[in-house]
């Protein structure tokens, strides 16, 4: 199955600044890519899609300008949090189509920590 | 909207029990349905994928599709205490949609 590698586990930055996430796809390459948020004790809220070669879907709500998606490459999609603010503290995780089958493999997450 | 819905718990089960998750979803036009595990702190992972009506069952996982009452359950026999987590319903909706749903989640805790 689809073995997909998330980096950083954790990082904490001083507000203002930016991180950069990063989640490849390890044995087979993916057009698409997914971005979840989730808060504490709140379920996984999609973010946006990554598509390889074009521009990312956000959804409703998330800004596109903050939340920086690129998709460049067919084995890596990179999330970067622009002027991070403590309220952009969050688990954020990407996640990718299983080959050949339903449902999705998950990155491991990175716990970000803004201060 | 789109919702999927689940009791946040928490469900407390003895050990060697069944414990019983369930989920209702909104979109009658959805096709496939997931319970992932997710423990603190870690991503999740799937456990059970679904798509027809009736029962499927996987090891001491049975999970159960009832199309008619929008409506997906997970059933766990002897529960272990590395049972212990939170478990997400997720839908899939109708032809040409590939996004997942999730509910809030399930925390399930385990008694030794």
């Known amino acids: 199955g689809a073995v997909v590698s998330q980096h950083p586990s954790w990082v904490i930055c001083k507000s203002g600044t930016s991180v950069k996430i990063e989640c490849r796809s390890l044995?087979?390459?993916?057009?698409?890519m997914f971005w979840y948020r989730q808060f504490p004790k709140q379920s996984l809220m999609l973010m946006a899609t990554s598509n390889e070669g074009s521009k990312a879907t956000y959804e409703q709500g998330v800004e596109k300008d903050k939340f920086l998606i690129n998709h460049a490459s067919l084995t890596l999609s990179t999330l970067t949090v622009t002027s991070a603010h403590p309220e952009d503290s969050s688990f954020y995780i990407c996640s990718l189509p299983r080959p050949g089958k339903h449902g999705y493999t998950f990155g491991s997450g990175t716990r970000l920590t803004v201060v | 909207q789109k919702e999927v819905e689940q009791n946040s718990g928490p469900l407390s089960v003895p050990e060697g029990a069944i414990a019983s998750l369930n989920c209702t979803y909104s979109d009658r036009g959805s096709q496939s349905f997931f319970w992932y595990r997710q423990y603190s702190g870690k991503s999740p992972e799937l456990i059970m994928s679904i798509y027809s009506n009736g029962d499927k069952e996987d090891g001491r996982f049975t999970a159960q599709l009832n199309k008619a009452s929008q409506y997906v359950s997970l059933l766990i026999r002897d529960s272990q205490p590395s049972d212990s987590a939170t478990y997400l319903c997720?839908?899939?909706?109708?032809?040409?949609?590939?996004?997942?749903?999730f509910g809030k989640g399930t925390k399930l805790s385990v008694i030794p």
């Open positions: 044995d087979f390459q993916a057009t698409t």
């Open positions: 997720a839908a899939i909706s109708g032809a040409g949609s590939y996004q997942l749903t």
